[in-house]
């Protein structure tokens, strides 16, 4: 008997079932097109299981990324129309919360610091609010009496991701979508420079299969930098940037806000949850729990809400961030014909999936790109290779 090899051949292939790829797929899927999303273990279990939810762009500004910003509020504007649509195709129903946040001060280095996050805001025409210790305890009466000042930010959300990924899987597959997980993309494959479809470990045989596919979305979040293939200038420059959160059972300090203050966040969710994050650790690729960073965030929590010495934790949650070298994501067409970019989107995943699966599906399904241009890979192209 002939043992020809058997080349699958699909439209369009997505590397990386994470909340990116996922979104991008739906949408893609949503538009009739045939999708096939590829994850190398199980989807929807990448950074965006280990991440807050936090959907809060006002908070999250940085001061010299105007064009990011500006895509983050957009995102945000999109969430409550993503969502209807999500429920429609999924039947789950995922809730995002206008809670706002409280940015807190214990001393005079963060008075400095919450003065210049003030005044940036305001420039901006933000509503954001200052609050002496008193008036932010009236707000969040389990804050330490060392809360000596704070900056209220009321237009911050913040959802459950791990329903979030939940409900995108189930839409993309009600759409059509097909999910192969324990399937690692290994290669990227290219005639020239036109995309010709990707290297799959096979995960019954373990051996390497061709599939072809002349549309690639590149949705791996932090190991996009790592599958061959592509020319050394159209490999997204993305390290992985550890972060760990702290899921304690906090029935006895609920707090109603997302509170933040140097080196920690509190994000409280349903049933009594709060989520203590998150650490920022440059180990590579290593993703295990390291007692100094749980140490940090306990500490740095516990100066805030003191009564959380008294929660049981529950879970350690770890994920792998997508940074870029200037920390946004590389979204949309590349030189290669029918290779597109949604990946590198570092703390912001969660904020930015809308407006990522939006247009990246558009830009594949149209060609009209406008908007994703200041995320171009091009933006590397003359800048010193780190
Ligand atoms: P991921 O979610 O990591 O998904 C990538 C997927 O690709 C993974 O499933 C992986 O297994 C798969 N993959 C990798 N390589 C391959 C391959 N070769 N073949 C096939 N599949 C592959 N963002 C917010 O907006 N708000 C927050 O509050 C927030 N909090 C966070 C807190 C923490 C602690 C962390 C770690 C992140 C947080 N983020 C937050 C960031 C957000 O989680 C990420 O930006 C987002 O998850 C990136 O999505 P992604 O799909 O690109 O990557
Ligand atoms: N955006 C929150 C985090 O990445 O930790």
Redesign the pocket.
Known sequence: MSQQRKTDSIEIAV???????LATGWRLARSGKKVVV????E??????????????PQTEAGYEQKDLLEFSLESLRKYPEFLRELTEDSGIKVEAGKTGSLFCALNRDDLERLQRFFDFRQRLGFPVMKLKGEETREKEPYLSPRVTASVFVPDDW?LD?RKLLAALKTAFINKGGLIHED????EILLDGKTAAGIKVLDPKTKTEKEVKANTLVL?????SS??KGLPENLIPPIRPI????LNLKAESCPLSHVIRAEGVYLVPKQNGRLLV??TSEEKGYDVSPLAGGIKDLLQNAFDIVPGISECPLEEI??????ANRDHSPVLGPSPIQGLYY??G????????APMTALEVSHSVLTGDFERLKPFSITRFFSSAAA
């Open positions: 590397i990386g079932g994470g909340v990116i790829g590829f994850e190398k273990k989807a929807g279990r990448g950074a965006g299981w280990a991440s807050a939810g936090m959907l809060a913040h991701s399937s690692p993309v290994t949705a791996a979040g932090a190991w790592q599958i550890k972060g760990m959160i994050g998150a949650q770890i994920g792998l961030r997508p949604a990946a989107h570092y703390r912001h995943g969660i904020l930015l």
